[in-house]
Structure formats: structure tokens, C-alpha cells
């Protein structure tokens, strides 16, 4: 027994995550931030139902993911239990009519005592909830940092890691630390993806405190990201939380949010009422042509080439030889823009690439309108209107 127990003991210190799981930034939904512990089972199929009817699971969205507040008691020998009130039919069967939808199931977790929400955590249950995870059928497990008292991220979150890794069941694992130990660092063995700030709340430009926490709106957040670029990549992304988009920011400002998100190769996990949302916000969350910059193979993060009167110019290498263009007015205000393109030195010391604006002519296509906007030889000259972008692919002519 003793040998045995060596053995499998061994076997986890040499685990690691499981590859080949998040190749591109992982898609999909996410309950907390429209509905925080409002959630049961019959919210969640209904989703599931809603993400194939309104055709956002063939633009890729794969994950319905149930986060904080599903949890009940454990039993008598440790194991954790759903809330049988909210829950039950049990995950099993949760998990599998989420499959039969062509679909993966998210749960969450917490590497503390509680959870967030104060529901029971995963310290000293890790292989224990591994074990119930891989039974039930889950494919991704966001692990939060609540209740902590005396831990140390790094060796938690490695203790999580392994024990999915032995319970056997491929499970995409993100890290949701709010990049306190800089998990940038030391994460990429252990997770796919890794929470680089504090929760975001649907505001475009403000901070929200809490006290002895503070949320933050979508442009204090993208400032966050800076200097984080060099470490995500295929299987290993940086997490700047999940979309606000349909919760209650102008759809200029949605558009914004989603494209910010695309250029940052970020995981695109929306966080509304997949069941009744608009049009609107619907074409936002499903245009394709963003998501095809977001989930570009290259997997790499855009960069800030420059800031010009509050107008942030980003560009992000693609696979193929094209980029993506990104002007962000940061003002509420309009702003005329004047962007020389045969003038302007790209270079991006992540992917080594020279985008030679001046002697390569780009052909121009608006990711918003869907239309072609000319070439690279004539300097963009455009309006922006307050809190919105103007994003392009830039493909080089024959």
C-alpha cells in the first residue's frame, strides 16, 4: 500500500496540464456577471439551448461554464454535492445534456476554504473534487482565490493542477488569482489561462470600491495588460476576465470592449443572457471576423504602437502575413484621425515580425462593416466618435 501510495504520490509532482486544450484563447459563457448566484439547472440549459439557436456555437463559443454558488454540502466522506435544490438532476446529467448540444460544461471552484460566495472551497478536497469533476464529465474549471488564509498561489494552484491531471479527464484549467503573484510568471506548466486583474464590471471607463476590493471598467483593465504580452501564446493565455458585452454599456462601447478583447487574444467568455439578447448584441459577440483575429493561430497578443490625443493604434501580427489594426478613442469625445500608414516603423519583438508599412501595401478591410477601406498607400483619415474603435485587417497585395 505504502509503495502504491508513493507511486501515485510521485506520479503527481511530475503532472502537468493537460495540452492541446486552449491552441487559441477558449470561448464561450460564463453565469457570474449577469448572474452572479442566481443560477440552477434549468438557467443553465437553457443557455445551452441558447447558444446553438443563436448560432454563436458554429462562431465558436464551445463553453457553458456555471460559476460560483452551485455548490452544496459535502457528504460524509468529503466529496463535494451540488445544491440539490438548484441542482436537482445532478451535474452528471447537467454535463451531459450540455454535450449532447455539441458542447463542453464549465464548473468553478476556489482554492480556499469558502468559495466567494462562501459555498464550500477546494482546500484539502483537491483530488477528492478532481475525482467528482472527471465522474460528472466537466471540461473547464475556473479556480478562484477566496479564503486563502496562508496559502501560497503558485503551490495551490499546482495542487489543483495535478489533481486533475491524475483524475485523468482532460480539463482546461484557468486560473483566477487577479494577477496578484504575477502568474504570468510561473503558470504556464500549470494552467491555460490566468486572471491578470481584479473582477471587471460593466463600465467602459471608471473603477468601482468596494472597500478592501475594487472592480474595474474596460479601460482600466486593458491598462493592466501592459507588459504581459510576451507571455501568452498558444495553450497559455492571459485572462483579462470575461465580456461585459449586453450588460448595459452603449453598443459603441460593447463594440469597443469585444475588439480590445480580440486584439488582446484574450478568452472570449461572454457573460450576458444568452436567452434574450439583442440583435445588437448578438452581431457583436458573433462577428467572425473578430473572432478569426482573436482565435488567429500565431496566438499572438496585440501591441500598443502608439497614443496620439487619447487615440490608442494597435496592431497584432496574424498567421499568413496579415495584421490586425486597431484605433481606440479613448475620449468621450470625437477625434479626426490622421494615420500615415508608409510612415509608420511596426516591428514586434514577441513574433519578430516587421509589418514594413513602407514598402508593402496592405489591402484594407473594416471588421466592422464588414467592406473593403482601400490600402495602405493613402494615409487613413477618419471620425471617431467617443469611446469606440475603428478595427481593419490589413492583408499585403499581390
Known amino acids: 500500500m505504502l509503495v502504491a501510495l508513493l507511486a501515485l504520490l510521485?506520479?503527481?509532482?511530475?503532472a502537468q496540464k493537460f495540452e492541446g486544450l486552449a491552441d487559441t484563447p477558449p470561448m464561450g459563457w460564463n453565469s457570474w456577471n449577469r448572474f452572479a448566484c442566481d443560477v440552477n439547472e434549468?438557467?443553465?440549459?437553457?443557455?445551452?439551448?441558447?447558444?446553438?439557436?443563436?448560432g454563436l456555437r458554429d462562431a465558436g463559443y464551445r463553453y457553458v461554464n456555471i460559476d460560483d454558488c452551485w455548490q452544496g454540502e459535502r457528504d460524509a466522506r468529503g466529496f463535494i454535492q451540488p445544491d440539490a435544490a438548484r441542482f436537482?438532476?445532478?451535474?452528471?446529467?447537467?454535463?451531459?445534456?450540455v454535450h449532447a448540444r455539441g458542447l463542453k460544461f464549465g464548473l468553478y471552484s476556489d482554492a480556499g476554504w469558502k468559495t466567494c460566495g462562501g459555498r464550500p472551497g477546494s482546500r484539502g478536497h483537491e483530488f477528492q473534487d478532481a475525482l467528482s469533476y472527471a465522474e460528472w464529465g466537466v471540461d473547464y474549471l475556473k479556480?478562484?482565490?477566496?479564503?486563502t488564509d496562508g496559502l501560497k498561489a503558485e503551490g495551490a494552484y499546482l495542487t489543483m493542477s495535478q489533481a486533475l491531471r491524475q483524475a485523468g479527464r482532460p480539463v482546461l484549467f484557468s486560473l483566477c488569482e487577479w494577477g496578484n503573484s504575477k502568474p504570468w510568471e510561473w503558470a504556464q506548466k500549470v494552467g491555460h489561462a490566468w486572471r491578470t486583474t481584479g473582477d471587471i464590471f460593466n463600465c467602459f471607463d471608471?473603477?468601482?470600491?468596494?472597500?478592501?476590493?475594487?472592480?474595474?471598467?474596460?479601460?482600466q483593465i486593458l491598462d493592466l495588460q501592459q507588459g504581459l504580452r510576451a507571455h501568452a501564446g498558444p495553450g497559455h493565455w492571459n485572462d483579462p476576465d470575461m465580456l461585459e458585452v449586453g450588460n448595459g454599456m452603449p453598443a459603441h462601447q460593447d463594440r469597443a470592449h469585444f475588439s480590445i478583447w480580440a486584439l488582446l487574444a484574450a478568452p472570449l467568455i461572454a457573460g450576458n443572457d444568452l436567452r434574450n439578447m439583442s440583435k445588437q448584441t448578438l452581431s457583436i459577440l458573433a462577428n467572425r471576423e473578430l473572432i478569426a483575429v482573436n482565435q488567429d493561430t500565431l496566438g499572438v497578443q496585440g501591441l500598443r504602437h502608439?497614443?496620439?490625443?487619447?487615440?490608442?493604434?494597435?496592431?497584432?501580427p496574424l498567421a499568413g502575413g496579415d495584421w490586425a489594426f486597431m484605433a481606440l478613442n479613448r475620449n468621450p469625445q470625437p477625434r479626426r484621425l490622421s494615420f500615415n500608414w508608409v510612415a509608420e516603423d511596426v516591428r514586434d519583438d514577441v513574433s519578430r515580425r516587421d509589418a514594413a508599412l513602407a514598402t508593402t501595401r496592405y489591402a484594407l478591410r473594416d471588421l466592422w462593416t464588414g467592406g473593403a477601406a482601400g490600402d495602405t498607400g493613402r494615409a487613413l483619415q477618419a471620425e471617431l466618435p467617443g469611446h469606440d474603435v475603428l478595427v481593419l485587417r490589413l492583408t499585403p497585395r499581390p
Open 10 to 14: 510521485a506520479g503527481a509532482a511530475r
Open 42 to 54: 434549468q438557467l443553465v440549459r437553457e443557455v445551452a439551448d441558447a447558444m446553438v439557436a443563436s
Open 88 to 97: 436537482p438532476g445532478g451535474m452528471k446529467a447537467l454535463a451531459d445534456y
Open 143 to 147: 479556480y478562484d482565490w477566496c479564503f
Open 206 to 219: 471608471c473603477i468601482k470600491d468596494h472597500g478592501d476590493w475594487k472592480a474595474f471598467g474596460v479601460l
Open 306 to 316: 502608439a497614443v496620439r490625443d487619447g487615440v490608442e493604434f494597435w496592431f497584432k
